[in-house]
């Protein structure tokens, strides 16, 4: 992927984690304004306060693995530019990664 799409495509990434958290911050301001007029009860916002945060923190979670995924890609797009002792140097880490267990 060229820099020039690697950067439009990080830029929409940051744009869709800021929307979630303008809504969640919006969402939890209702909230809290629906328990002040009794709409809701307060265990009832708690409750919802929660299930929003909770989505968040899995769109975030989803958002990174979009982007470690795309960096992976890029990687792989690019390995053929690589020296054959660059590529013994990542064979060598990848063998002991393996016999670690894979962490």
């Known amino acids: 992927m060229p820099e020039e799409e690697k950067n439009v495509f990080e ?15 919006t969402a939890a301001d209702i909230i809290e304004e629906l328990v002040k ?3 809701v009860t307060a265990q009832q916002g708690k409750i ?6 909770h ?3 899995e769109g975030i979670k989803g958002a990174k693995q979009v982007k470690q995924s795309s960096n992976v890609s890029n990687f792989v797009d690019k390995m053929h530019k690589l020296t054959p ?11 002991e990664l ?6």
Do not use: V
Request: charged share 40%; hydrophobic share 35%; aromatic share 0%.
């Open 11 to 25: 830029d929409i990434l940051l744009d869709g984690i800021n929307a979630i958290t303008k809504t969640a911050e």
């Open 37 to 39: 007029k009794g709409d």
């Open 48 to 53: 919802i306060n929660e299930e929003l945060k």
């Open 55 to 57: 989505g968040i923190k």
């Open 85 to 95: 002792e660059e590529l013994m140097q990542i064979r060598a880490k990848i063998d």
């Open 98 to 103: 393996e016999e670690a267990g894979g962490n």
